[in-house]
């Protein structure tokens, strides 16, 4: 890897990174259907052009069925869970809940093939002992932060099974198109809910976050990831992920004053590990 891509792959990682500090920073005078309906309809705006100019939507003309499912699983459904979880989450929680999401890929691949390597098992059962480790310190069923930490997994849980989704179903579509028509119908499906919870007008900065959150974190970041894919992988474009955590948390301490706990840390490190494990 070249030391630009290794640039590239960390502007990423903090992209990513930076999703949940800013969605906790709309949230406070926006409600979550016109956070997802913003972010999804502006990330569109950047992704369209781009994916006509490309011609990338053709193939997905003949699978329109199987293309509208994997944008309802990868992209609507999990923004949805994402954005009212972190109504009750910290950023950092929630950044490193949603990097189990490649733990539940390994898990719904076992649960189809019904087989699973030792190293692919050992990686999702350390990654569920680091959620057990979040749940005994920070997050508790019986509140609001412990159920918005289960929608947080449900999230990660629909982008694991989005990508096994993908993969199995509709390999020959380009991930462009795929992300340009998973922000497109997702902006299509919330525009109702977000009609019946108003569009209330923010203030300058939150207005400017919003357009930080739908532009660059979310259309800028999937083009950026398309790129790295192109120039290095599909693999090491992913290890983005894989940074996105800490940059969550960095970003969570330094602009919403959130503390740092050592059993966070300890979870996050055993969700990463794990993590990796299953996808690798």
Do not use: K
Not at 38 to 57: C, F, H, N, S
Not at 241 to 249: E, K
Not at 251 to 261: D, K, S, T, Y
């Amino acid at each position: 890897m070249t030391r630009r891509d290794a640039a590239l792959l960390i502007l990423l990682g903090a992209a990513w990174g930076s999703v949940y500090p800013l969605t906790t920073l709309v949230l406070r005078e926006l409600p979550a259907p016109t956070v997802v309906l913003a972010r999804t309809g502006l990330a569109a705006l950047v992704l369209v052009p781009l994916a006509v100019r490309r011609d990338v939507l053709r193939p997905t003309l003949g699978r329109l069925t199987a293309v509208l499912g994997a944008a309802l699983l990868q992209a609507t459904f999990p923004l949805i869970l994402l954005t009212t979880g972190q109504q009750h989450v910290s950023a950092a929680l929630a950044g490193i809940l949603l990097a189990t999401q490649p733990a539940w890929a390994a898990m719904l691949t076992w649960i189809a093939d019904r087989g699973l390597r030792i190293r692919e098992l050992a990686g999702v059962l350390i990654a569920l002992g680091g959620i057990v480790v979040l749940y005994s310190r920070d997050l508790h069923l019986d509140s609001a932060s412990g159920r918005g930490g289960l929608e947080l997994l449900a999230a990660a849980a629909c982008y694991g099974a989005g990508t096994v989704y993908i993969h199995r179903i509709i390999p020959e579509i380009p991930p462009l198109a795929i992300a340009t028509a998973a922000m497109t119908v997702s902006a299509v499906a919330m525009a109702p809910f977000a009609a019946v919870a108003g569009f209330p007008v923010p203030d300058p900065v939150t207005a400017i976050w919003l357009v930080v959150l739908a532009v660059a974190a979310t259309g800028g970041a999937l083009v950026l990831f398309y790129t790295l894919i192109s120039r290095t992988g599909a693999i090491r474009a992913n290890l983005a992920g894989y940074l996105a955590p800490a940059f969550a948390i960095a970003f969570g301490r330094v602009f919403l004053n959130e503390p740092i706990h050592a059993q966070a840390i300890a979870g996050l490190a055993l969700i990463l590990i794990g993590s990796y494990l299953a996808a690798t």
